[in-house]
């Protein structure tokens, strides 16, 4: 049976309207193979159409921040851009991607609709000058050693360049080692700067190479820290990587919710924002 497609634009519009709808940014945190991805996003379809979610697909084609030269690190940029263009093409969902590098962030713009600075590199300006000139809406996560009032300097760099379609996340912040603290005031301080501020709940939930080798995570508090950050309603978009079998994933096993709970996280966070307080 075919799928009746998400329309991408409707979805990209939304994103970027402050409209009071929440949307969700949700997929796996690496490509680890395009059967793992197509069966998540499947899924994700699901959830979107069912509950009538405006969801943005995510999964990263490399991950260059890892706790030991062990991790996996991905499929590399033209494969993993190659598998996220199919779900784009067969489910409708836009599609974000993290970018390391300012060649990256060109090659990235061609099959990407949102381009992610990932939180230790959101103070690299070429980086973010590179993303911005895509066209494409960006996406500057909060370093765990920033806070939220130099997100303004980070946007500034994105309109320097002439891209004023910008989203700011909340991450964490840095809490003694191996360890993050969600601040709910920093949601307040990033939306004075006018742009959609989206929460990462999944990693605001990871220890960072708390476990050696490896990351730990708090996933089991995910949907309760996402329903609090919905009540204080000032966040626009809820982000949570989100996988068939987290224990199995290869990279950030330890933070990552499963799709029952992406679902129920979903349905909660909807019901939430809808009260006007």
């Known amino acids: 049976m075919k799928l009746k497609k998400i329309d991408t634009d409707k979805v990209l519009k939304r994103v970027t309207a402050q409209s009071g709808k929440l949307f969700y940014i949700m997929g796996p945190c690496v490509i680890e193979s395009e059967d ?13 159409t069912e509950l009538k979610a405006d969801v943005v697909f995510k999964s ?25 263009k199919r779900v784009r093409t067969e489910f409708g969902f836009p599609i974000l991607t993290d970018v390391h590098t300012p060649a990256e962030a060109e090659v990235a713009g061609m099959t ?7 939180a230790f590199l959101c103070r690299q300006t070429d980086l973010i000058l590179a993303a911005a000139k895509t066209g494409k809406i960006i996406n500057i996560k909060k370093g765990q050693f920033a806070s939220a009032q130099e997100m303004k300097l980070a946007a500034a760099k994105s309109v320097a360049a002439g891209n004023v379609r910008i989203l700011l996340t909340e991450r ?28 990462d709940v999944t ?20 949907i309760a820290m996402a329903c609090a950050a919905a009540a204080t309603g000032s966040i626009d978009g809820i982000f949570a990587e989100t996988h068939t079998d987290p224990s199995l994933a290869m990279s950030d096993s330890k933070s990552m919710i499963d799709l029952d709970q992406a679902e129920e996280l979903v349905n909660k966070t909807k019901k939430i924002n809808r009260i006007k307080f």
């Open 112 to 118: 990407a609709d949102i381009i992610q600075i990932p």
């Open 36 to 48: 793992t991805v197509m069966e998540i996003a499947e899924r994700l379809y699901k959830i979107a």
């Open 172 to 199: 964490g912040t840095t809490f003694g080692y191996n360890n993050l603290v969600v601040d709910f005031r920093n949601f307040m301080e990033m939306k004075k700067t006018g742009y959609p501020v989206i929460y």
């Open 60 to 84: 990263s084609y490399t991950k260059a921040n890892r706790s030991s030269i062990e991790s996996f690190t991905g499929p590399g940029i033209v494969k993993g851009l190659k598998i996220l």
């Open 203 to 222: 990693h605001s939930l990871q220890r960072p190479a708390a476990e050696g080798n490896t990351s730990g995570g708090q996933p089991e508090y995910a």
